[in-house]
């Protein structure tokens, strides 16, 4: 049986460093990103191969791996990188590439997450909490799956204490320039990435 | 003292009762006029550097547009995020590519301050151990930073990332101990709470687990999602993984107070999830009578789980 030879994107490497600059080609895989990282138990690349596949030209592999979503952006990657690679900020450049090329998210709760997040901050100017949950586990279909598995009840005896101590607001606070941060937001999502 | 503060949407919302009424609380009792930034907008948080980078920036931007027209000279985050936030955005948008931002910082801005570190400043620190009355003796806690606060350090300028100081600085100054441990730094797992809890249960019984060994009664913390993520959970973990680790979870501003005897203080830890008052009365380190919101006791019958019956 004949392996398939690596098909290369080369220009994976540019577009990215040109949205970066990160120093991917710094990279000499001595995996202390890895080492400290505390989530590759939940990973599929860790993140010093995630850097080596996009050395690779890897596109697709990358933009559709666990990795870049189960990063919880600690940033001990970045910090300690004898390279000094900006290993968290590429995991984030990744993932912003992923959702602007329509690649699925290989954790789609997350990606749910953060959108709900935004969406939170465009209303309002700022995030209430509030309602950013109730609207999450709606959207991100996990009051069906939560429902289904009866694991509703500890979230709810949570959300009951919270709201007797009186943690949850029930309103939101709007700031008064809304229209200036939904410029922002809605500027960025034009994507201009001046090289 | 007049500083600028920037609350963020945690602390006007989950962390308002415990960790902002006690940063305020302690502020007054320094006799430091805090002045929020008027009209702030959220920083962003994770789900903006995550998708949208440009926006991060931005948003961040805009606050400290706003800021750069107070006139003090520091300004107190005590969000970590928040904190990481504003002080990215200082650095990128005076680098070389700010250009790609509709931001323009033209004018300066007060001093970013991540709040732990400002109390451990020296001046500080005089003024709250001037104010002492009950030092907090025979505590023994472990410090837990978590990452913003610190990393990356070419953006927060921390130069003890690795090993951070400012909590250790303000529990020893109120003559308490804390236990040097390896996990000061290590992450808690942050907003994968809400979308994979279970990556976040098992970094946070790695946390507990450590605390436990280097024999920690409770552990301090300067964030309120570190917080939320060891105190809220603490029973689920507990069970989930057959342990009994009972360690209250306390800002260290409410350890100030406590210290300091500010009466206001048992209102605040009334607020957290897991029991923060067996291991005070057992150190004769809370005074008051203890109550919880519904007027309830929170002692669980013959000393069991506090954790269960603290509603
Ligand atoms: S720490 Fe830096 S140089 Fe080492 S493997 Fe990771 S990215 Fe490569
Ligand atoms: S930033 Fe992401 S990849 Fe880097 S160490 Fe933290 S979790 Fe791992």
Redesign the interface.
């Known amino acids: 049986m004949f392996k398939e030879s690596l098909q290369i994107d080369f220009e994976f490497i540019e577009d990215l460093e040109k ?1 970066g600059p990160f120093q991917t080609g710094a990279c000499f895989q001595c995996r202390k990103c890895s080492n400290g990282c ?2 590759t ?2 990973m599929d690349l860790h993140p010093n191969e995630v850097i080596r596949m996009v050395l690779l030209g890897q596109r697709a592999a990358v933009l559709s791996c666990r990795t870049i979503w ?1 990063c ?5 990657c ?2 300690r990188c004898p390279n000094n690679i900006k290993i ?1 900020e590429l995991m ?2 990744l ?2 590439m992923s ?1 602007k090329e329509g690649v699925p998210s290989a ?1 789609p ?7 709900t ?2 969406s ?2 465009n209303r309002y ?6 309602g950013l ?1 109730p609207e ?1 586990f709606i959207r ?1 279909k996990q009051l069906i799956s939560k429902l289904m598995t009866g694991s509703w009840r ?1 979230d709810l005896t ?1 959300g009951i ?2 709201l ?6 029930l309103f939101p ?1 709007m ?3 809304r229209s ?2 939904r ?3 809605s ?3 034009k994507s201009k ?2 090289s | 003292m007049k500083t600028a503060y920037f609350p963020g949407c945690s602390l006007e919302g989950t962390a308002r009762l415990d960790y902002s009424k006690s940063m305020l609380g302690v502020c007054k009792l320094l006799e430091i006029d805090v002045e929020e930034v008027p009209d702030w907008n959220c920083c962003g948080a994770t789900a903006a550097h995550c998708l949208d980078h440009q926006a991060s920036i931005d948003l961040a931007g805009r606050n400290l547009k706003i800021a750069g027209q107070m006139s003090q000279e520091d300004m107190l985050v005590p969000c970590p995020m928040c904190y990481n936030r504003l002080k990215t955005a200082a650095q990128v948008l005076k680098g070389d590519h700010k250009d790609r931002y509709q931001t323009e910082l033209d004018s300066s801005f007060p001093a970013i301050w991540d709040l732990a570190n400002f109390f451990a400043r020296d001046d500080i620190l005089e003024k709250v151990k001037a104010r002492i009355k009950r030092p907090l003796s025979d505590l023994k806690v472990v410090s837990y930073y978590g990452c913003m606060a610190s990393r990356p350090p070419e953006m927060t300028g921390s130069s003890d990332y690795e090993n951070p100081q400012s909590i250790d600085k303000v529990i020893s100054a109120l003559g308490g101990t804390t236990i040097n441990w390896p996990y000061k730094t290590d992450c808690c797992g942050a907003s994968l709470i809400l979308s994979q809890p279970d990556i976040v249960f098992q970094l946070v019984n790695k946390l507990y687990e450590m605390a436990r060994r280097v024999g920690a009664e409770a552990i301090v913390v300067s964030c309120q999602m570190c917080q939320a993520n060891l105190d809220m959970y603490q029973c689920k973990i507990e069970a989930e993984w057959g342990q009994q680790y009972s360690l209250p979870v306390y800002y260290f501003t409410e350890l100030i107070a406590l210290a300091c005897e500010l009466p206001e203080v048992g209102k605040w830890l009334t607020k957290h999830i897991s029991n923060p008052f067996p291991l005070l009365e057992e150190l004769a380190l809370y005074p008051y009578k203890i109550e919880d919101p519904r007027g309830r006791g929170v002692k669980g019958k013959n000393g069991e789980n506090m954790n269960t019956e603290f509603r």
């Open positions: 949205i505390p989530v138990f939940a189960v919880a952006s600690c940033e001990t970045t910090t968290a984030d450049c993932k912003e959702v954790i709760e997350i990606l749910t997450l953060h959108k997040f935004l939170s901050i100017g700022r995030v209430f909490e509030g949950l999450y991100s500890g949570l204490k919270l007797i101590k009186g943690r949850v607001s606070k700031i008064k320039g200036e941060v410029k922002i937001l500027n960025s999502k990435i001046k």
